[in-house]
């Protein structure tokens, strides 16, 4: 277990740790004055202590005051800097990490999937109508729209479902529910009927209406045509949404997330203004706005600057392709399962160069989502073309999933120096199904991690939430073990791009700090540095089982924003 005390001398929940009582003894030695009244609160951190620095990897103490990290080192030269009024927090039999850092998320739609319908582990046909009809007979609000969802056809056989599976239980009720992907839906009959959307629909570039064999649509759109239905479900109001995000934060504290970098919308980012505002972050924000509104966010940059410690903007996220999942991932080559298809484009190569130019010329990052070998190579020549265009500067360009490299591109990472933002708990997923799609040879260098680390790339993970589950002691075994979720590669699916764990950890923290350019306040435990960390309570860097790893305590800027409590078996009661 772990501990935490209100001062060196008070105790509340007793411990027999060692540590504590040898700090606890010298500082009752070197003990001063008693504190100033309006000084800032102190908080000793003791225990072993993965502090992610090169000079200092390892310390047994951290002296936090206020918000700052004041003393990373030795306990008793911590004691030395000790009030008597010190909180104390011992990992005991755990370790104590940076603040863990998601760097790529979908915060507020992460906290609305909590209260959707579940879908994602529903392994047959039968749990899939059986749940969605309970839902829709559940509601309180005759005809509202069912949204959410996470379904995932590869776990009931591969088949993919079709609106007449649901109509019957779902006559009056519009349902919109989202592969966990977020690259194709399914529409039933009430939903396409709200939106005006008939058998005759023409197709969207840039995406694709499934069709059966007598040209209906089955009710399955994919990425750009997905906007035919997206455009008739009702808006969820700002209090819905506000709701929400507080929901995915206190979420994400109990998985010892304390930043995430969000990609969404200008909506978005007045929902996190209004969170800071009242006082209700809980989490640090770089919220990443559409590439395609460049302009303005330059122009609100310009007028307001780029935020502050919790809530930042500077960011933007583009698309070039789809998902592998849904067969709209753009490939050089056919996939192995459909021969005459190599997935889409869902914006055109001009388009992203424009973008990408005028962005980069305003001093803005830019990522961009890019999964299938064509469109990283695709977006690694845009990136080439606008750095040798625009000369030096500290760009961080940024390719978001990056998840199937042809081997020719992956020394391009290192030497262009753009950073893969990648998402480990992907590659456990599709690892069921993957070769079927692409192949044994292609999938050589998907969720290339370590090859990416080996040519000198920077590597920044996350989790993709609401698409991937938001936990990152999930995401580190996933890269540093490789076991696909069915169990079917016990030692690794891919296993040699496996990791080690303190190579990931560093992808959850300084990887994803730099990513974002926080490296100087976030990332690394050290003097100076906002205090945000984590304690486990286990020590994953001796091998002890990371998967079965538990949250005890999260910190953000000094502060206890998770504490788990006796009896919890994991940091959250709703781990999706």
């Known amino acids: ?73 030795d306990r008793e030269a911590a004691a030395k800097r000790l009030r008597p009024d010190a909180t104390v927090i011992d990992a005991e039999q755990g370790i104590v990490v940076p603040g863990l850092i998601d760097a790529h998320i979908h915060l507020i739609d992460g906290g609305l ?31 509202a729209w069912i949204t959410g969802g996470d379904w995932d056809h590869t776990v009931w056989g591969g088949e993919l479902p079709d609106r007449a599976w649901i109509d019957e239980v779902t006559p009056k009720t519009p349902v919109w529910i989202s592969r ?127 935020g502050d410690e919790w809530l930042q903007i500077g960011g933007l996220k583009g698309f070039v392709d789809g998902s592998l999942g849904s067969h709209t991932a753009a490939f050089l080559t056919p996939f192995d399962d459909a021969p005459k298809d190599r997935g889409l484009l869902v914006n055109s190569t001009e388009d992203l160069e424009s973008w990408t130019e ?58 262009l120096g753009v950073i893969a933002s990648m998402q480990p708990y992907h590659a456990i997923d599709d690892g069921r199904w993957a070769e079927r799609v692409i192949g044994a040879r292609r999938s050589e260098t998907t969720y290339a991690f370590r090859s990416l680390i080996d040519a000198g790339a920077r590597l920044a993970f996350g989790s993709d939430w609401f698409v991937a589950p938001a936990t990152p002691l999930a995401g580190i075994d996933a890269a540093v073990n490789r076991r696909t979720l069915d169990g079917k590669y016990p030692d690794g699916w891919v296993p040699a791009q496996k990791i080690s764990v303190e190579e990931a950890l560093r992808a959850y923290t300084s990887g994803a700090a730099f990513a974002a350019f926080r490296e100087h306040d976030l990332g690394t435990l050290e003097a100076g540095k906002l205090a945000d960390l984590v304690v486990l ?18 910190m953000v800027g000094g502060r206890i924003v998770y504490q788990r409590r006796k009896g919890e078996t994991n940091g959250s009661a709703h781990r999706p």
Request: some cysteine; overall charge neutral; proline content about 3%.
């Open 1 to 73: 277990m772990f501990s935490v005390s209100d001062s060196i001398g008070s105790v509340w929940r007793p411990t027999t740790s060692a540590l504590v009582a040898a700090i606890a003894l010298i500082f009752h030695c070197v003990a001063g004055p008693q504190v100033a009244s309006g000084e800032a609160p102190q908080t000793l951190v003791a225990g072993r202590i993965w502090t992610g620095q090169s000079e200092l990897p390892w310390a047994e103490a951290i002296v936090i005051e206020g918000e700052r990290i004041l003393f990373v080192g």
């Open 358 to 415: 005028g962005a980069d010329q305003a001093g803005l990052q830019v990522a961009v989502h890019a999964i299938g070998d064509r469109a990283i190579r695709l977006k690694l020549d845009v990136f080439e073309r606008v750095a040798k265009r625009h000369g030096e500067r500290d760009r961080r360009f940024r390719i978001e999933h990056a998840q199937h490299i042809d081997p020719a591109d992956i020394p391009r990472f290192g030497d």
């Open 180 to 306: 966990l992907d977020g690259h194709m839906a399914l529409a039933n009959s009430a939903a396409m009927r709200a939106a005006g959307v008939g058998d005759d629909v023409t197709d969207v570039a840039g995406g694709e209406i499934v069709r059966d064999a007598n040209g209906r649509p089955t009710g399955l759109f994919k990425d750009n045509a997905m906007s035919l239905i997206e455009r008739a479900v009702p808006p969820i109001s700002l209090g819905d949404r506000l709701t929400a995000a507080v929901a995915a934060m206190e979420y994400l504290n109990a998985q010892g997330v304390t930043a995430v970098h969000h990609m969404g919308t200008w909506q978005d980012v007045e929902v996190f203004r209004l969170a800071h505002k009242l006082g209700a972050l809980k989490v640090r924000i770089y919220a990443c706005t559409p590439l395609g509104q460049w302009q303005r966010l330059a122009e609100e940059v310009s007028r307001a600057g780029r």
């Open 113 to 143: 999937h909590l209260t959707s319908v579940q879908l994602r582990d529903a392994d047959t046909r039968s749990k899939f109508v059986d749940r969605i009809g309970a839902f829709a007979k559940a509601q309180r609000q005759e005809g």
């Open 537 to 554: 309570d286990r020590d994953i860097a001796r091998g002890d089982a990371i998967a079965d790893a538990i949250v005890n305590v999260t």
